[in-house]
């Protein structure tokens, strides 16, 4: 339900991957037999020569007794090669049978043949390094270290000592390990490391790996110029590495400059591109909200490997994200073939089944990967939304019941993602009991986002004025209101909501005031004149409301936004019956967002309601539907359209499920009546008219229409004649 980024590791948690990658797990002479020191001739050693799997697995060895004392003038003797080379052999031999046998006092045999070979032979840099690199990897990483800085004093050029101290410095950064080193002059390993292989680069400048892990390096020292050029430097001798490219790439989207980014990889010829490539390519598309182009990156990747699950899933998402469904459901389920037990893959296609209208083959799907993750938030998310528009109202709430359980914590303390979480929960699990009509139940849900503080509590705050004024108890509402500003004065949102609520209790004025009180003559005054301009539409203040929103159109840059007003001024229109220009405005808000639900609604509705265009107005309306599947004005919008058309079963099917979620709106019971009317069922018109009735009674005088009420009645007093000329016909009421 998120902007992926692009799918690689920070940095520093690619330097232990890159000992092992970038460097031999083993030096040549541990690997085919002692070489001669001086020439490289192989020394004759065991047969013990089986590949070996990785010494790092290994444990540390335990400490060698200290090697035998030298004599004084040891340092002036010349080196007994021969011995050493025989102690060599044993050595290599030790090594080789300690890996292959898995035991650790092998280990220790060797580390004493190396220091009897260096006892014969001290001034041997290739004696040096195998003993250091032998420390190294079985975990004595001080001794390594000493053993290399020893060598170095001596022979300040040695590639192979400035290498293994690299992966020393490298190990301690993987580890998280920044701890002063025993023998480190200054102590901070990074930059230990970083003098390592700018070391290292100038004695080979030819080694593109070492180029790429010097730039890491400065990565992670936040030196984006220096790592600029040593990945730059590396790119130049293999423009085509993909790890080269990679790593400059990433350097550009960890920086925020994702143009650059996307000019790197696709200066590679797209035929020499890589899968990670062009899946790095779409995931910078996709943070550029370049969607489309995201998704062709994404394909490329797909073709180069058809199997590998992180691009079908990124191209997946990709495409629903696009709202292509077909084509993510396809991905999907290539997803799912290639791996089985990725429970997330199913929950997408059971979002996008649900979106397709398909339901019960939804609901299947989603249960399955609840089955198969009983912890996911996102199934269990899915699950409720089913059973809610389903109409299965009593299973949605057990089922939100459950996830707000699942994400509650009993001190309290949330993080960020964790208060997102059990919001989206708690949101749904109120909106369920409104839908029951269990107003005090929907209340004290929302009382727990209230109590989560912070944005969670506005929202709170919003939704309990909600469920007030659904229930028809204004002062309640006002109530709320007023308890939410006093608790968040600096709120501009929540002071608005207080404003439109003291409107909808008759207190107009003190409500623009509140209102107009919020004005500071800055782009901030946009959402103000937003609502002082609705406000005043509610009130019949037309004059008012447009100049309102013109004030808002000065302030209006955003294309949402921009949807947003024409929408308004579509409503402030229609509710004057300038139906012509409504409908202009309307289709233009629709021309920025052909998916804006309510625009849909609205006007597919207005044309129902005037009797003309009825195929058209079927088409915007049943497109709202499928976008908001569970709002009941739409499902009343599309039965009246049906009834227009005389479609009585579907008008039947889509106006009782709208009353069902919405029994407190008058309009809703109004058009049921006359479905049952046309139907021939005057009982049951009677009784929905009654009801209508009574809803209105209830309404606030604010949301009432001139004439509407009269017209009910009117229904309601034919039908009522009607009932009795039937009454009287046969001596006797029918029974309701």
Known sequence: MMTRKLRLPP????????????????????????????????????????????????????AAPAAPAKPANSATLPPNRAQAYYHLSLASTYENEAVTEGRTDLVTQAIEEYKLALNADPASSQLNNALADLYFRVGRISEAESVA????????????????????????????????????????????????????????????????????????????????????????????????VLNLARLYAESGNLEQEVKVIEAVPAASRTARMEDALGAAYEQLKQTREAIAAFQRAAVIEPEDARTLEALAQALLDDNQLDASLKQYKKLVEVDPENAGALVHIGEILRRQGKFEEALEIIRKARKMDPENLEAGYNEGLLMDVLGRYDAAVQVFEKMVDQTSHANGAYTTEEKNNRGIFLERLGAVYQELNKTAEAIATYQKLIDMGGESAVRGYQFQADAWRDAKQFDKAVEVSRRAVEANPKDHDLT????????????????????RGLLTNTKEDRTVWLALGQMCVRARRWKEAGEAFDKAAALTTKKEDRTYLFFLRGELAERQKHDEQ?????????????????????????????????????????????LEPMNGAYLDSLGWVYLKMGEYELAEENLRQAVARDQTDPALHDHLGELYEKTGRIRLAAAQWELS????????????????????????????????????????PKPR
Request: glycine share 6%; proline share 7%; with cysteine.
């Open 582 to 626: 409504a409908e202009q405005f309307f289709r233009q808000a629709l021309k920025l967002d052909p998916e804006n639900a309510m625009t849909l609604n609205y006007l597919g509705y207005m044309l129902a309601d005037k009797g003309i265009r009825l195929p058209e107005a079927l088409k915007l309306i049943r497109k709202a539907v499928e």
């Open 496 to 515: 608005l909501m207080l404003a439109g609520e003291l409107g909808d209790v008759g207190k107009t004025d003190e409500g623009l005031a509140l209102a």
């Open 693 to 732: 009735l009574a809803e209105y009674a209830k309404s606030a005088p604010i949301d009432v229409e001139p004439g509407e009420v009269a017209k009910v009645q009117r229904k309601l007093d034919n039908a009522r004649l009607k009932l009795t000329k039937e009454d009287n016909a046969i001596g006797q």
């Open 149 to 244: 800085r020893e060598l170095l004093k001596r022979a300040p050029d040695d590639l192979d000592a400035h290498k293994l101290l690299g992966r020393i410095y490298l190990r301690q950064l993987s580890e998280e390990q920044n701890a002063p080193s025993s023998v480190s002059p200054t102590g901070n390993t990074l930059d230990e490391a970083i003098a390592e292989f700018a070391k290292i680069v100038a004695l080979d400048p030819k080694s593109v790996e070492d180029r790429m892990l010097l730039g890491q390096l400065f990565t992670v020292r936040h030196d984006q110029t220096k790592a600029e050029e040593q990945f730059k430097i590396a790119q130049a001798m293999e423009p085509d590495s993909e790890e080269a």
């Open 11 to 62: 940095l520093w948690l690619t330097f232990a991957a890159a000992i092992a990658f970038l460097l031999p797990a083993r030096p040549d002479c541990a690997q085919n037999g002692p070489k001669n020191a001086l020439s490289g001739t192989p020394v004759t050693a065991s047969p013990a020569q089986t590949p070996s799997a990785s010494p790092a697995l290994l444990a540390p060895a335990k």
